[in-house]
């Protein structure tokens, strides 16, 4: 049955049964370019803690989990792509293969920033698994090395996304109705 929340969504985008077949390819090909290693899989929150508990079940590999919580700044600097660090690390990723897991990657700001910021922390290697990626919203030069779904210029939330807080508990990808957002 619906949920009360879920009429506040247009359309499902990508159901619960996709979302898994396509983790577990990409926890797959993971396993494949970690074998013998042990990686660092740094989850960016808050967006990223549903995927991240899939994909780390979805990748049978000896590894750690860390998180890592950024917010783009909500005032007048936030065009220029300025990040904030809420939550930092709480260990040292000095010569550490990371995987940076992230929900969606959009102008590509937040992983500019924090790849960068990993790299001066003395990161070994990065590789950027992003669920869904948006390239037509793309300013900065940034790709995922390993990307779920390519998703339209549309406002998608659940598994993790969210808008205004709410939505993050939705298990698929949907379209948000525009009224919900509209002024
Ligand atoms: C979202 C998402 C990414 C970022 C992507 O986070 O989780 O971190 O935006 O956008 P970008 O490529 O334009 O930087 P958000 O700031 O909404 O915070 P949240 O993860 O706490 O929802």
Redesign the pocket.
């Known amino acids: 049955m619906k949920s009360e929340m879920e009429n506040d969504i247009l359309k499902v985008l990508i159901t619960e049964e996709e979302l898994q077949r396509r983790i577990g390819e990409l926890g797959g090909a993971l396993y494949e370019r970690f074998q013998g290693k042990r990686p660092l899989f740094l989850g960016?929150?808050?967006?990223?803690f549903v995927f991240m508990a899939d994909l780390v079940r979805a990748c049978q590999l000896r590894s750690d989990v860390e998180f890592i919580?950024?917010?783009?700044y909500e005032n007048a600097t936030a065009s220029s792509g300025r990040?904030k660090i809420n939550h930092d690390l709480q260990q040292d990723i000095t010569g550490r293969d990371l995987i940076i897991v992230?929900?969606?990657?959009?102008?590509?700001?937040?992983?500019a920033f924090l790849k960068d910021y990993f790299l001066t922390k003395g990161a070994a290697s990065i590789t950027i698994v992003a669920l869904l990626d948006k390239p037509s919203?793309r300013t900065k030069a940034i790709d995922a090395d390993f990307a779920g779904f390519e998703v339209p210029n549309e406002f998608v939330v659940g598994y993790g996304?969210?808008y205004c807080q709410h939505y993050r508990n939705i298990p698929y990808i949907g379209v948000l109705k525009p009224e919900v957002y509209a002024d």
């Open positions: 960016v929150l808050k967006g990223s919580a950024v917010s783009s990040v992230e929900d969606i990657l959009d102008s590509g700001n937040t992983l919203r996304l969210d």
